[in-house]
């Protein structure tokens, strides 16, 4: 089946500690996104690439980093200067076609700080 | 200044029932127009997009949402809701090609009495 895999589903993060999101797509899908969601709230954009080997910050890149060495792999990494982590990380990938370009969002995973 | 507006931030409604979501939106160039659903603790899934052409568009799980350019309203309709649409609804507007322009609402938690 294709789609978007993130794990792992829940993650926890102690103070001053770097951790890192996985988003794995078989769709071969040239673009990829990372969102955050907090409650009440739409979803925010952090970082997003369109080829590999490029990305670009989106709304709220500070503390978090990310990188694009595959096609199928955008991993985030949540730094230790993000000072509030606590929320939802969302992966998509889109396609594009003659009705435009279309996003597909992964499953999810849930950072909580300790 | 780009923005979309859901005005309901909780909607409860009878199963078998008739719903409708509202989604504002304030654009300064062709919208192209998504409606998406999201499961607690779940990705995104898209119900249906507006890109062009007839203003009704039909999606997935019999939901339906109809573009009124002149309103700037993108509403999601669904004749009679079953227990299982309990969930959240997002509304979000962006360029034709351009997926890292998206802009989304805050959404509407859809539930549903028995």
């Known amino acids: 089946d294709g789609g978007i895999t993130q794990s792992p589903k829940y993650l926890f993060r102690k103070e001053g500690q770097n951790v890192t999101l996985s988003c794995e797509q078989n769709?071969?899908?040239?673009?990829m996104y990372w969102y955050r969601q907090d409650p009440g709230q739409g979803l925010r954009l952090i970082y997003y690439?369109?080829?590999?080997?490029?990305?670009q910050k989106g709304d709220i890149a500070e503390g978090y980093s990310v990188s694009r060495e595959k096609k199928e792999s955008f991993p985030l990494t949540v730094t230790s200067a993000q000072k509030n982590p606590t929320a939802f990380y969302l992966c998509a990938s889109s396609s594009t076609d003659q009705q435009g370009e279309t996003q597909y969002f992964g499953p999810g995973t849930r950072l909580l700080v300790l | 200044a780009q923005s979309v507006t859901q005005p309901d931030i909780h909607i409860t409604v009878s199963e078998g029932a008739s719903l409708e979501l509202r989604c504002n939106y304030s654009y300064g160039a062709t919208p192209y127009l998504f409606w998406y659903v999201q499961s607690p603790g779940q990705g995104l899934q898209l119900l249906l997009k507006y890109f062009s052409g007839d203003t009704l568009v039909q999606g997935i799980k019999g939901f339906e949402a109809e573009f009124k350019r002149s309103q700037s309203s993108f509403n999601l309709r669904k004749p009679s809701v079953h227990w299982s649409d309990a969930a959240e609804y997002f509304c979000a507007v962006g360029p034709y090609s351009s997926a890292s322009k998206i802009i989304f609402g805050s959404g509407t938690r859809l539930s549903i009495r028995p």
């Open positions: 690439s369109q080829i590999v080997n490029d990305f």
């Open positions: 769709l071969n899908h040239d673009a």
